[in-house]
């Protein structure tokens, strides 16, 4: 069964404390994996897409990878800006348009 | 940038009314729309897909009786939620595609008293 899991749930880290978010995924065909922010109340704001293993992206303090089996979102330096819900979603297959979506990690920066 | 929008972005309504929410793509045309409910502190659950110019396509358990879809133009879907009941106070969020990337609108928070 197509699945993505999100880890961990929820991480507290202090300012300036980098880390990193894991999001695995089981699917054939993956399309395309995509990460977004979640502000509480408000819908996902996109920040990346990946399509391809060795894939790299970067915004910001913000650095998403990606291999055959996951996908890793990296935070540098975090600040309590960055403090939000983040979801990672695949595209599956060539036959549908549907977006599987992992449960998140909610991320709190702490000053 | 591709920007989606909903209206309202929150509604209150009494038991047995419906509801209705616009989802529109601002900059770009989308022959394919999504809906999502999200309940708290969880993540969002497909309902159906908004095709335009034909029938939606709705998620298993979802009822398409109550949740009526309506694709009819390139630029706006809507959702109904008919005769709506305090099960239904939810968190709905549409989603249009450009080119691959899927873009979000802001959500509409239905309240239902």
């Known amino acids: 069964e197509d699945q993505v899991t999100q880890s961990p749930e929820a991480l507290r880290l202090q300012e300036g404390e980098s880390s990193s978010l894991n999001c695995s995924y089981t699917?054939?065909?993956?399309?395309?994996l995509f990460w977004y922010r979640q502000d509480p109340g408000k819908g996902p704001e996109f920040l990346f897409t990946?399509?391809?293993a060795g894939e790299e992206k970067e915004k910001e303090r913000l650095k998403a990878t990606l291999t055959k089996k996951e996908s890793f979102l990296h935070i540098t330096a975090p600040k309590p800006e960055d403090s939000a819900t983040y979801l990672c979603a695949v595209l599956q297959s060539y036959n549908t348009d549907k977006l599987i979506f992992g449960t998140g990690t909610r991320l709190q920066v702490f000053p | 940038g591709a920007v989606v929008s909903q209206h309202p972005s929150r509604v209150i309504c009494k038991s047995g009314t419906s509801v209705k929410i616009e989802c529109r793509s601002l900059d770009f045309q989308a022959t394919t729309m999504f809906w999502y409910r999200q309940f708290p502190k969880q993540s969002l659950m497909l309902m159906a897909t908004s095709n335009e110019g034909s029938k939606a396509t709705y998620e298993q358990g979802v009822e398409k009786d109550k949740f009526l879809i309506n694709h009819a133009s390139l630029t706006l879907s809507t959702l109904t939620v008919t005769s709506a009941h305090p099960e239904d106070s939810s968190f709905y969020i549409c989603s249009a595609r450009l080119v691959a990337e899927p873009y979000f609108g802001p959500g509409t928070r239905l309240t239902v008293t």
């Open positions: 990946l399509y391809s």
């Open positions: 699917v054939s065909g993956l399309r395309g």
